[in-house]
């Protein structure tokens, strides 16, 4: 790190209100020329509302931006990478037919490459930083590590000295994500500057030189992550002390068989076959985990399950047939944390209220006949709201103007109101913050205390590993396993997942059922 020259950015004072609450409240925060700099903070603290006023999809109300000294307004995401600053989005914004040179010939400021020019260019900055991306592949083909990368190349392409990576590791293998680090690693040698977005604390000391915490919009700490404690940042976080010791891990089933599903296949979205002869009981009480990198079909027996998704084979729930729509299963007891949560878990312009209610409006307590008893339901949504500690200016709200993480918490308290037998929990606790996946952890496995059965789809092999009893790992289309979670490790996992036979890893050897 160079702290001799001017900081590669320097904000002073931003403030960023939106109707009934203020999102940055008079945020500094100084980046230097080869830093790598962790932007921490609870769900709804601000760090979206930052991040897109840096890359100019938002005005500050109030403040200054400096770039190399300089004051500088950015009125736009193009103005943004004209600047040198490059986001590297969460989901790549890729043309999926295309190869990697012609995605990227359309340049990120807006102009268009030739495309053999750009190949060249994409070899020399992939081979300088060592992120292996071949020009000529198609997107299609590629894995969603690979195309995160591509993204890197984009903004190197346009070059960006400064590089905002928004949770990037939320898609990755644990393999994959040190190989990002590798490549953060190198440009932070050349002299770049990076912002990490993350909420997994593992991550941020390995990789970040420093960490700037937001709580309720305001800056409460900034530290250097040399001599940092996953504790105590957690504390800087949230404001209090945060258990991490691994939550449960008893290896076998502990009650009678709840779920058996037999030879389930389904073909996916372009009529591929998403699941291949999927077969597995989940017993009373367990929780059965879910590896696997996306679109292995963990989404598509989810989604079969849920009754979302036509498929082949048999599901009995309790000894009777699950069959019927998504509405049927939710009556017979299957309750849905959904993937895509802001579209398919929430209707955003409905408040938070009738987000709550979306599921059991027509039932008692919130209607007595065809009438709905709106005092029971705003009654039932601040008892939510409350016990998930869901950050939103009012239970009228419309649900789209809440951060990711306090969509998230609404759709648990709405699924998990009820007593469902069966929980489908798909990446339940992604963009949650610390303090929110720990309640979602309780919540869960107070939910199996009461005899429930969870079937967790998860791409954070931690989450995995401290709370399931078992964990398959879905490749292809077909299920390995599942195996008693006390047999496998990240590693074994990671290597499982990336397409590794059951048979050359560690703890995998035996437990895998034809
Ligand atoms: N366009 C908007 N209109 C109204 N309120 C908004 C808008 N965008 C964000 N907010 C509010 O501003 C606050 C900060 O949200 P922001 O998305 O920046 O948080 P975050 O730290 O990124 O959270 P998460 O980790 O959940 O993504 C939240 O209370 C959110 O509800």
């Known amino acids: 790190m160079d702290v001799a020259s001017p900081p590669t950015l320097q904000l002073r004072g931003i403030t960023k209100r939106f109707p009934g609450v203020v999102a940055n409240d008079g945020v500094d925060l100084t980046l230097h020329p080869g830093e790598v700099l962790a ?3 609870e769900n709804g603290a601000g760090k979206s509302t930052l991040i897109s006023i840096l890359y100019g999809l938002y005005q500050p109300d109030e403040g200054t ?4 000294g300089k004051a500088v307004r950015i009125g736009s995401p193009a103005h943004a990478r004209a600047l040198g600053i490059g986001l590297v989005p969460q989901h790549p914004l890729l043309v999926a037919r295309h190869s990697v040179a012609e995605n990227l010939a359309l340049g990120g400021s807006g102009a268009l490459f030739p495309a053999r020019g ?4 994409i070899r020399e900055l992939s081979a300088k ?3 292996e991306v071949d020009p000529a592949v198609r997107v299609a083909d590629l894995s969603p590590g690979e195309k995160q990368r591509v993204e890197i190349v984009r903004a190197l392409l346009g070059g960006a000295r400064v590089l905002i990576l928004d949770e990037p590791t939320s898609v990755l293998t644990p393999q994959e994500a040190q190989g990002l680090f590798r490549v953060m690693r190198e440009l932070r040698a050349d002299g770049r500057s990076l912002i990490f977005i993350s909420h997994k604390l593992d991550e941020v000391l390995d990789v970040a030189d420093r960490v700037t915490v937001l709580r309720r919009g305001k800056v409460v700490g900034g530290v250097p992550t040399a001599g940092a404690t996953r504790e105590g940042l957690a504390e800087l976080m949230v404001g209090r002390s945060v258990d991490f010791t691994r939550k449960r891990q008893s290896g076998s089933a502990p009650g009678g068989a709840l779920l058996s599903v037999r030879d389930l296949t389904a073909s996916g979205s372009r009529g591929l076959p998403a699941l291949r002869g999927v077969s597995f009981d989940l017993a009373r009480g367990e929780v059965l985990g879910v590896a696997g990198i996306a679109g292995n079909g963990q989404s598509e027996l ?12 048999t599901v009995t729930l309790d000894g009777q047939a699950l069959a019927g729509g998504a509405r049927t299963r939710f009556r017979a007891g299957v309750a849905h944390i959904p993937e895509d949560r802001i579209h398919s878990g929430t209707v ?3 408040t938070v209220a009738e987000n709550v209610a979306l599921r059991a409006y027509d039932q008692p307590p919130l209607a007595r006949g065809l009438a709905r008893d709106l005092g029971q339901v705003d009654d039932l949504a601040r008892r939510e709201v409350e016990a998930y500690g869901v950050a939103t200016p009012g239970i009228h709200t ?7 993480g306090n969509i998230q918490k609404l759709i648990l308290a709405r699924e998990l109101a009820g007593a469902p037998k069966l929980i489908l929990a798909v990446h339940p606790t992604y963009g949650l913050d610390i303090g929110a996946t720990d309640q979602v952890h309780r919540v869960l496995l107070e939910r199996t205390g009461s005899g429930a059965g969870v079937l967790l789809v998860s791409e954070d092999l931690d989450e995995l590993l401290s709370l399931s009893d078992r964990i398959g ?7 390995l396993g599942p195996f008693p979670a006390r047999e496998v490790t990240r590693e074994s996992l990671g290597l499982l997942m990336g397409g590794a036979h059951p048979h050359s890893v560690p703890g995998a050897e035996q437990g895998v059922v034809a």
């Open 302 to 313: 989810v989604e079969v399950l849920a009754g979302l998704h036509p498929a082949t084979g």
């Open 348 to 350: 955003p312009s409905m």
């Open 65 to 68: 931006v400096e770039l190399a």
């Open 39 to 41: 932007l921490l903070g």
């Open 398 to 404: 419309p649900s789209r103007l809440l951060s990711g």
């Open 129 to 131: 930083y060592g992120l």
């Open 118 to 121: 750009v190949a060249s260019r």
């Open 473 to 479: 790992v879905m490749v292809g289309g077909s299920l």
